[in-house]
């Protein structure tokens, strides 16, 4: 029975870590489509969330990146 338990916990963490994935990924192309449509404002709160609510993932460093070539292109 722990076992069990113990497998039902992983797969669990390993679903919320792939919707980790996901949501960083749709709120940055959703951040990159606002930037397209030269509204800077919004994406730039976009790349600020993904900063906030997804720390590791790789889309963090991106928007940090694309944060501070917005702040420079003022």
Same mark, same amino acid.
């Given at each position: %029975?722990?076992?069990?338990? &113990? @497998?039902?916990?992983?797969?669990?963490?390993?679903?919320?870590? $792939?919707?980790?994935?996901?949501?960083?990924? /749709? %709120?940055? /192309? @959703?951040?990159?489509?606002?930037? #397209?449509?030269?509204? #800077?404002?919004?994406?730039? #709160? &976009? *790349?600020?969330? +993904? +900063?906030?609510? *997804?720390?590791? $993932? /790789? *889309?963090?460093?991106?928007?940090? /990146?694309?944060?501070?070539?917005?702040? #420079? $292109?003022?």
């Amino acid at each position: %029975m722990k076992h069990v338990i &113990l @497998t039902f916990l992983f797969v669990i963490a390993l679903g919320l870590l $792939s919707c980790t994935e996901n949501g960083a990924k /749709e %709120m940055f /192309e @959703t951040a990159q489509f606002e930037e #397209q449509q030269n509204n #800077q404002v919004h994406a730039k #709160q &976009l *790349y600020e969330a +993904i +900063i906030k609510d *997804y720390p590791n $993932s /790789e *889309y963090a460093k991106e928007a940090s /990146e694309r944060l501070d070539q917005l702040s #420079q $292109s003022k």
